[in-house]
């Protein structure tokens, strides 16, 4: 385990009593691990702006009538097969299906498959949950 070390944060009452509503409402124990969050947080993002190879999963949802569609996803998904970990495909209703796709890879080429994906026509909606590799979280 990492040394822990203690600091005083000056912050103005109103702010302070904010954040405790904040921090209770996600079911935070205590302010240190909201903080410690609240750092890696910035941490990762700052990872994600220096293109360093970074993790992250890539949801969206299409309706599988469409022509085409499921082989140019596909395609799409072969072309980025060094960064894609794994896919999960969920049947939502007899129109719509769930796309999961696990990726690790530099920050760019996986903002680079996020975009591709979701602008494909036919997709209804996507998202890039972006994280660290844990690497350097420690």
């Known amino acids: 385990m ?3 070390i203690r600091f005083g944060v000056s912050v103005e009452k109103n702010l302070l009593n904010k954040f405790d509503r904040l921090i ?3 079911r935070y124990t205590n302010r240190s691990e ?3 969050d609240l750092i890696r947080e910035e941490l990762i993002k700052k990872e994600w702006e220096e293109d360093r190879e970074v993790a992250g999963a890539i949801t969206f949802v299409y309706d599988h009538h469409k022509r085409d569609l499921l082989n140019k996803i596909i395609d799409i998904q072969h072309d980025h097969q060094k960064i894609i970990i794994s896919t999960q495909h969920i049947h939502l209703d007899h129109d719509n299906c769930l796309e999961i796709v696990a ?3 530099r920050s760019r080429e996986v903002q680079k498959l996020a975009d591709l994906l979701k602008s494909i026509k036919g997709v209804q909606h996507g998202t890039l949950s972006m994280t660290s590799t844990g690497k350097d979280m420690k």
Request: net charge positive.
């Open 103 to 105: 990726v690790k890879g």
């Open 34 to 36: 909201a903080f410690r």
């Open 24 to 26: 209770r409402s996600r």
């Open 2 to 4: 990492s040394e822990l």
